[in-house]
């Protein structure tokens, strides 16, 4: 198979992990035209915390992203558990990757109640959740309120550091199921999750409706 559980794991060519220094070199320029500083959704198709992947990718992956601090670096997981035993060792959040957004995948109630906790104990500048697909209405309001701290913390055993002033998520992208079976989401289930995050002063994207599309 050459996707999903028991795919090979590949990784791309030199030259598309050359890119980001390009970009990083370039980071004044686009910074002049877009206003923000450029970010890079990193393995788009693959998730960089799987257990299947060779730690040498993900060592060199590290490096990369050290060596390119004017970009802002999204890793998204669906592994958010697996983050603390995979970064490198010492991380320092503030002073080596302040410019590492970390992500969690979520899809339904059961998967926020078990891994948005998993994810604010990740001590990363920006945490975000992907809610795409959206399978069911998800309450994510105990994890928009703000709770203010500051230091570092261990995540499982291992100390990681960050001055983040909250312990709450800062960005919330939602969107429906594309592809063969897709399945539908209730547009009230994206509406409350705007609803919540606009209460809370919370980024929201609507990023698409997928494969099915509200009507009325």
Known sequence: PNWGPGAPRRRTSAANWALPKRWNAQAAAFMAQHGRRQRVFCASL???????????????????????????WLLLTKRIGNVGNM????FDFDRHFPHVWIGATIVNQAEADRDIPKLLDVPARVRFLSMEPLLGPVDIKPWLQQKFFHGGRALNGRAMMRSHPTERLDWVIVGGESGPGARHMHPDWARSLRDQCVAAGVPYLFKQWGEWIAEG
């Open 46 to 72: 693959a998730d960089v915390f799987d257990n299947a992947v060779d730690p040498q990718w993900r060592d060199d992956l590290f490096e990369l992203i050290a060596a390119t601090p004017n970009l802002d």
């Open 87 to 90: 970064l490198p060792v010492p």
